[in-house]
Every structure is written in C-alpha cells, then in structure tokens.
C-alpha cells in the first residue's frame, strides 16, 4: 500500500518530468545558434502576368513562338491558332521557379552540362534560359540564366520538346469520335 509521502513523490517526480520534456520541446523548437535557411528567390524576377512573348528554339525542331493577345495567348509558328492554356501555364510558371542549387557561370563547364551550346533555348519576354543536361544523381535539369547555373526540377523540358501541334487548343473538329456504327 503506498502512502501519502509516496504519492506526493511520485507527483512530484511526474511534475519534474513534464517540466524537462516541455523544457527540451522548447529548446528543439528555438534551437539557438541555429541560422534560418537563406530564401530562395525566383528563377527570374518576372511575374508570369507581365510575360507577353515566349519563343522557344529546339535543335533539330521546329522552333516555337507564342504571343498573348489580353487573356489568351496564340501560336505564331510553326502553326498559327489559340495556343493550349494549360501547357502555357506551365511554361509561364518557369519563371516563378525555386531552384535552391546554383552556381556561378565560371565555377561550371558549361560544354560538359550541355549548355553550350544548350539542348534547348526559351525566351519569357526577352529573358533567355538555357537547358542543358539533367544531373544523374537527382534527376534535376542544369539551367543558365544570365551568370547563374541553376540545378532545377525537369517539369518542363519533355513539353518543351513534345509536338509542336500539341500546343494548339483542341478543336471540335480536331477530336474524333468514333461512332459505333462508324465501325
């Protein structure tokens, strides 16, 4: 049977453990010493609503150029018609990029990235990026934006080098059906 001192011990004892884990909760929250991560800016330091041209240049392709005509954006070449927003909206979300991986031009050889000359060239406006070669660890695409190479994840190169008439917004009369008693 425990008595009275035991009880107020062990209540104590419990009290004691509460404050030593609140306390650790705490300094694991604060860490001191530790710095915050640096922010990672932007790929470039354009928003996708003031992007009005995008070109893109494929070796061994068709080149590719878009225009935006208010809230709609048009194919210009290869083809010409209403270009697809959804993959629009993928080229324009580059821009808005994180890629926390970067380098100075002259720490990298960019002919071993494929960046010179580069896979594949775009232009948002008249800012160029550069596609080079994915890095074989991470699966991350080399880009050079003016001085920086910056490693970034490969959403959009296999677009980018996709059909040229994958583009265009489908029409009625592009979609065929067909009709069971069609076959």
Request: charged share 25%; proline share 10%.
């Amino acid at each position: 049977m425990l008595t009275v001192d035991a009880l107020a011990r062990r209540r104590w004892l419990n009290l004691g453990l509460l404050a030593l884990v609140g306390g650790l909760v705490v300094l694991a929250l604060v860490e001191p010493g530790r710095q915050p991560p640096p922010t990672v800016s932007r790929l470039l330091d354009l928003p996708p609503a003031r992007i009005e041209r995008i070109a893109v240049e494929r070796p061994g392709q068709e080149p590719l150029a878009f225009a935006r005509r208010g809230d709609r954006w048009q194919m210009k070449a290869p083809e010409t018609g209403p270009a697809n927003p959804v993959l629009i909206e993928a080229i324009l979300r580059l821009a808005e990029l994180r890629c926390p991986r970067r380098y100075a031009v002259a720490e990298v050889e960019l002919k071993r990235l494929r960046l010179d000359p580069p896979r594949l060239r775009l232009w948002l406006n008249a800012r160029e990026i550069r596609f080079g070669d994915t890095d074989p660890t991470d699966a991350r695409r080399y880009l050079h934006v003016d001085a920086t190479v910056f490693l970034c994840a490969d959403d959009l190169y296999p677009l980018l080098i996709s059909a040229a008439g994958s583009f265009l917004t489908p029409t009625i009369e592009s979609l065929t059906l067909t009709h069971p008693s069609d076959e």
